[in-house]
């Protein structure tokens, strides 16, 4: 009889791995499909060792690689409250991912076992979902030839947003239990958010908003959303060509637009209307518009943050629920003036490093913690004590009694496994439709300065260190004191280099008073480089 040894090294001789060594980063493992199958089988061993180590819970596996282009592809997991996965589980997945040898890879696997006291009773429970990209289909087979090999078999959720995936998570482990959060299906996920914003948007309407899908998934699943709310707005959807699979994420998408800081080629836009966009996988959006001059304005990460962090706030404060600690949580990316603003709205405002693990981190220790990349990735956290408070406050007055019901359905309304764009979007419209803002009201409560993004292609990206939530360099040695004396040179003007964790590059940001202050600050730290 064969034994799961044998079971694995056979299903793993299928996919051999390429001359290559691998790292789960950020966003887990991501580069050009055709040297995925190997990863995305190890990272499926993996994933049933986690399941197991969480005593059999569900854990998630996402196929995608976001707003990266089509030929390539990515592979991450997601743990059982629909979280990132826990840091200190990456690195076995880099050291699986990297075996030499089939025999190697159920060495190591069988090592985790010992490791961590995995008894065979467990049964372990993965469940999977994948973007639109051609390469997504095989790599889901690879997913799926490796958790058969131990013995398990796994929930194929078919096309889904990442958000959706981590939804499904979350929902499939906490069913039947008093924190329940949801239905473990799409209709699940489409009634949970369009109960609670067709609940905030009685009564009230907002003009049509155009969101461009990247030609990924979120057009087929914001479509489906759609026909669950009711007619407060239209939505407008643009760029959900997913059959021609060259389109992805090309000339459209929140990558396109926050980087470019333009309208994608396609949108002609009418001034002071609403756009927006989503990436590849739908976990980011950012908004923009175009003023009476046809100017474009970008309303990105930083702008939806302090959107949602002053809406939440004066929703608790109407409601009469007090002591009630909301915190803002951003990046080193963050636009200076955004972090200035939000201190005058009298919110803490912490910085971290970049990836949403480290932001979702720190926004759990408030009792609502809104977090925000500046690209658009982000989502708002609500404490089990805080929504416990919420929801037995009893208010004094019909006032307090109508906030509260908001403040309500705006726990619902909102993804809190994590950044989900098509949760965001209804988020912004109701908070627009409720302030009764044009998109021109919203960029004004702050303005941008402006700051340019650059990345530099360097010998070898591990040799720059970072300290202070990534705004300083500590190596290489002096490179610091140069990138101060340049910024010393301009007004307003921050400036920082930090390694990527999703590409070999190293990222440069600079902002300053003006356009051109800022683009010629990039440039000449980005020339220290070389
Ligand atoms: P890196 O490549 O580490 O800069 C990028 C984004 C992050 C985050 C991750 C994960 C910027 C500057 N960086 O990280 O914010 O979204 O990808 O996708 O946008
Ligand atoms: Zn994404």
Request: with cysteine; glycine share 6%.
């Amino acid at each position: 009889m064969s034994s799961t040894k044998d079971f694995v090294i056979a299903a793993s001789s299928a996919y051999p791995k390429a001359d290559q060594t691998f790292q789960y980063g950020t966003a887990g493992f991501r580069m050009k499909a055709d040297l995925l199958p190997s990863v995305v089988f190890r990272v499926g061993l993996l994933a049933a060792l986690r399941s197991r180590f969480k005593g059999g819970q569900y854990v998630g596996v996402m196929i995608t690689a976001s707003h990266n282009p089509p030929a390539d592809n990515g592979v991450k997991l997601v743990d059982p409250m629909g979280e990132m996965l826990e840091s200190s589980w990456e690195a076995y997945g880099t050291k699986l991912a990297n075996a030499a040898s089939d025999e190697e890879v159920y060495e190591y696997y069988s090592q985790l076992e010992k490791d961590f006291n995995l008894k065979p009773d467990v049964q372990a429970q993965v469940v999977v979902g994948c973007d639109t990209r051609e390469s997504s289909p095989a790599l889901v087979d690879a997913l799926v030839a490796a958790v058969n090999a131990v013995g398990v078999k796994p929930s194929d959720y078919g096309i889904v947003t990442t958000p959706q995936l981590h939804y499904f998570v979350r929902c499939l482990n906490t069913q039947g239990t008093d924190h329940a959060y949801g239905e473990p299906s799409p209709e699940g996920y489409f009634q949970k958010l369009s109960t609670a914003y067709n609940q905030l948007m009685a009564g009230k309407s907002n003009s049509p908003v155009t969101v461009d899908c990247a030609n990924g998934v979120g057009g087929p699943q914001l479509r489906l959303l759609t026909k669950y709310l009711n007619d407060s707005v239209s939505v407008v959807i643009t760029n959900d060509d997913t059959q021609t699979f060259s389109k992805l994420n090309s000339q459209c998408g929140a990558d396109y637009v926050k980087t470019n800081q333009r309208l994608p080629p396609s949108t002609t836009a009418q001034p002071l209307a609403r756009y927006a966009s989503l990436d590849g996988d739908a976990d980011r959006i950012v908004y923009y518009y175009t003023d009476s001059s046809n100017v474009f304005h970008l309303l990105d990460g930083d702008k939806i943050a302090t959107l949602a962090a002053s809406f939440i706030v004066d929703l608790v404060r109407a409601s009469g629920i007090t002591d009630f600690k909301l915190g803002v949580v951003q990046t080193a990316y963050a636009n200076g003036n955004s972090t200035k603003y939000i201190e005058k709205l009298g919110l803490p405002v912490v910085c971290t490093p970049t990836g949403v693990k480290h932001l979702h981190h720190a926004a759990l220790a408030y009792d609502c913690g809104v977090y925000f990349e500046a690209n658009g990735h982000g989502t708002v956290l609500f404490s089990t004590e805080a929504l416990r408070r919420i929801s037995v406050h009893e208010p004094n007055t019909p006032a307090e009694k109508t906030a509260l019901t908001s403040l309500q359905a705006v726990t619902e309304l909102i993804n809190q496994t994590v950044g989900d764009a098509l949760s965001d979007l209804l988020l912004v419209e109701v908070i627009l439709a409720y302030k009764a803002w044009s998109p021109d009201q919203w960029d004004s409560c702050y303005t941008d300065l402006p700051n340019k993004l650059e990345k530099a292609e360097v010998a070898d990206r591990n040799k720059y260190k970072t300290t202070d939530a990534e705004r300083k360099l500590t190596e290489p040695e002096g490179l610091q004191d140069q990138i101060d004396a340049l910024v010393g040179k301009y007004r307003s003007a921050r400036s920082f280099v930090r390694p990527s964790g999703t590409e070999n590059v190293v990222r440069v940001y600079a902002e300053a008073a003006t356009k051109g202050e800022a683009e010629e600050l990039a440039q000449k730290v980005k020339a220290l480089l070389k």
